[in-house]
Nanobody
């Protein structure tokens, strides 16, 4: 079982930036997709951004042009650079990976954007 460790959440004012990082515990895991999800209070968890082993990326419309996902295949890390943050970006952000036929989730990190 691969474990994920997230870091980088916090409190920031609207218009500010944060960078989230996630590291997989096993470097020999055959990770196909790395992604970030978020869940706002009272809402369902949604996919924010994903990146495949080939480098293809996908973003939810609300973050396009503001967030950038990147990964380091050798280190099995995935980062989410978040710029021009808005109050509606507030929520718990979860790192998730698909490796083989399995999925793993991180414990979540809180991001709070004040207006």
């Amino acid at each position: 079982q691969v474990q994920l460790v997230e870091s980088g959440g916090g409190l920031v004012q609207a218009g500010g930036s944060l960078r989230l990082s996630c590291r997989a515990s096993r470097t020999n895991a055959n990770i196909n997709v790395m992604a970030w999800y978020r869940q706002a209070s009272g809402k369902e968890r949604e996919l924010v951004a994903s990146i495949t082993s080939g480098g293809s990326t996908n973003y939810v419309d609300s973050v396009k042009g503001r967030f950038t996902i990147s990964r380091d295949g050798a280190k099995n890390t995935v980062d989410l650079q978040m710029n021009s943050l808005k109050p509606e970006d507030t929520g718990v952000y979860y790192c998730s990976i698909i490796y083989g036929i399995r999925r793993a989730w991180g414990q979540g990190t809180q991001v709070t954007v004040s207006s």
